[in-house]
């Protein structure tokens, strides 16, 4: 009988698979009440343990049952973090991306919105920073956000710099909420977006600051955010965020992302 442990590739694989989708898994639930109930599911856990090295019959059985359905309770409780680490995989892990196939074909990557397109963005942005209007314009990526153009108004209207600003316009009906811009038109306005669950490291971001955040975090949309009280503008992408940037860095951030081979 051998005395040595046989370690194949496959489990060094295995172990660095496992490693990563625990890492992933942290990210996503990081600074969320999820996280504690986690920490708590996990210490339960170790309870049990512990109870069945004892023997303590009773009490190990009564864990033993809630344990049981504890995949079951994991997925009711979880069902938030679920949908958003599988829309995480789905995007930053496609076949596409994977085996890069753009690059393999010599593809163009698609442009998402024309240049003018963008200056006009950039200027209803300028003009709204300098009279505090605040508004939030969330941009269509591959995620075509039915789900949230579906709770505002839908437009299909050309991008401008006076549409932006009629429909933030503070008495305006349709002022409340974000504007979604799909591939160079504006589609939906005044729609509700889900709000991040992650801690604020900047305390002073509002609720349209935290919607952004939120929309990035579970698509792979952009979001541009006004502030209604110092008017400064801000770029959130996958759930981070640039404060107070300026309209010449606006625009290289929308041309970066919405115009892959054109940048500014």
Known sequence: MSLFITIRFLDILDILLVAFLLYQVYRLIKGTVAFNI????????????VVRALNMELLGSIM????????????????????KFLVFIGTNYNVNKLLSLDKLFNLNRQA??????????????KVMSERKIGAIIVF????????QAGTGEKLDARISSAMLQSIFFTNAPLHDGAVIIRTGRIVAA?????????????PKLGFRHRAAIGITENTDALAIVISEERGAVSF??????????????????LYKFLIPDQEE
């Not at 269509?140 to 789900?147: A, F, G, K, T, Y």
Request: proline fraction near 4%; aromatic fraction near 8%; include cysteine.
């Open 140 to 147: 269509s990526i591959h995620s075509e956000l039915m789900e």
């Open 190 to 202: 005044r729609c509700i977006l889900p709000i991040t669950q992650h801690e604020m490291k900047n």
């Open 38 to 49: 986690v920490i708590g599911l996990f210490s339960l856990y170790l309870v049990w343990l």
């Open 112 to 125: 998402y919105i024309s240049a003018e397109q963008i200056e006009e963005v950039t200027d209803a942005c």
């Open 236 to 253: 959130v992408n996958d759930g981070k965020i640039e404060e107070d940037i300026s309209p010449k860095q606006l625009s290289n951030r």
């Open 64 to 83: 033993g049952q809630f344990i049981g359905v504890g995949v079951l309770a994991l997925i009711i409780v979880f069902h938030p973090e679920i949908r």
